[in-house]
């Protein structure tokens, strides 16, 4: 083989070797993929994220692995996922997009919502306000606040610091004395508001439990549109109050992610929101709808809202703080 002919030979080698080897990089998944749930288990999203996982395994050809790392109403989970080299083999399913949204104007995060990408949006998560059965304003939000002009100190239970903001500015806008009792989820709530203790609250999602029995009828829907199993209920825009308080799960990978990686997730996660295990915990156990956004929309919604926020804290003076006698 003369000199021409070798060097040849080694550039269609050389070409020949970086082509399989640039399609072996972008050979996504090439490893097992870990979800990570930021909420402990048993809830509504990690209910949700194990049968997601199962459905995403078949599409991807790879092992999906669920693992919660509760903490900060997901910060944790997130603050982790921010530095992780992992290129979308380990992403997180937000069960709520207010951590992203609301928490890094409100609180001293580590992240804030430039620090991913959002691979898709998949499910509409269904907070409310409620109250429960005979009280002397039925189910009405209408009624609620005429009572709640008449009576003062009118209880409300909270849940967090987004829907505290939210309670008050509906008082300024209303002209509302409430009494606010603070309590620690779900669980908390529910006992309150079943027995009467407080008038009404904030569900991030334990009244879908009650949807059948009635015990926990909602008042208003925290969504931008009314909600999958509860449609008689209005909104909070439709109630007249502008602000933005939808709310949806992401699911969010490292901003470093390449692109083809992220575009095999969201083709995933589309076939995800037609198989009917999904389709089924999710609309018919948990009483979500499903839905799918893709990259742009759902960055897109994510920003708006953000700034929703920001301007709704500017207005307010800040994160409301608890009074001495709450």
């Known amino acids: 083989m003369n000199k021409t002919q070798w060097g040849m030979a080694t550039l269609v080698a050389a070409m020949t ?17 870990t979800l ?23 599409n991807l ?32 399913y937000a069960g709520t997009n207010g951590t992203l949204t609301f928490a890094p104007h409100a609180h001293d995060t580590e992240f804030s919502l430039d620090d991913f990408r959002y691979v898709a949006s998949i499910t509409t998560v269904q907070h409310a306000i409620v109250t429960g059965e005979n009280r ?21 239970a909270t849940q967090h610091a987004l829907d505290r903001l939210v309670i008050e500015y509906i008082m300024e806008q209303e002209g509302l004395d ?12 529910a006992p309150l ?11 991030g999602g334990t009244h879908s439990g009650y949807a059948d029995s009635g015990e926990m009828p ?26 933005d308080t939808s709310d949806f799960r992401v699911v969010v990978v490292p901003k470093n992610t390449p692109d083809s990686h992220v575009e095999r997730l969201s083709e995933a996660l589309e076939a995800a929101t037609q198989d009917e295990r999904f389709i ?16 742009e929309e759902a960055t897109e919604m994510l920003y708006a809202q953000s700034e929703s926020y920001r301007q709704l804290l500017d207005e307010m003076g800040g994160v409301p703080e608890d009074d001495d006698d709450d």
């Open 61 to 92: 050809g790879q092992p999906v692995n669920v693992v919660n790392q509760p903490g900060a109403g997901g910060a944790v989970s997130l603050t982790r996922l921010m530095n992780d080299q992992d290129e979308g083999h380990t992403f997180v």
């Open 280 to 295: 089924e915990i999710t609309e018919e156990r948990i009483l979500m709808p499903v839905h799918f956004h893709g990259e």
């Open 17 to 33: 070797f970086g082509a399989v080897g640039l399609a072996q990089a972008d050979d996504f998944p090439n490893r097992p993929l």
């Open 36 to 58: 990570v749930v930021g909420f402990g288990a048993g809830g509504s999203t990690d209910i949700q994220a194990r049968v997601l996982a199962n459905v995403l395994e078949e």
């Open 136 to 156: 002397p304003f039925g189910d009405s939000w209408e009624d609620l606040i005429e009572y709640a002009r008449e009576n003062p100190g009118t209880s409300y």
């Open 218 to 243: 909602v008042l208003l829907s925290m969504d931008a549109e009314r909600l999958f199993a509860f449609p008689d209920a209005p909104t909070v825009q439709e109630a007249g109050y502008d602000i």
């Open 178 to 189: 409430l009494r606010i009792v603070p309590t620690s989820g779900g669980a908390g709530m």
């Open 193 to 203: 508001v079943l027995s009467g203790d407080v008038d009404f609250a904030y569900s």
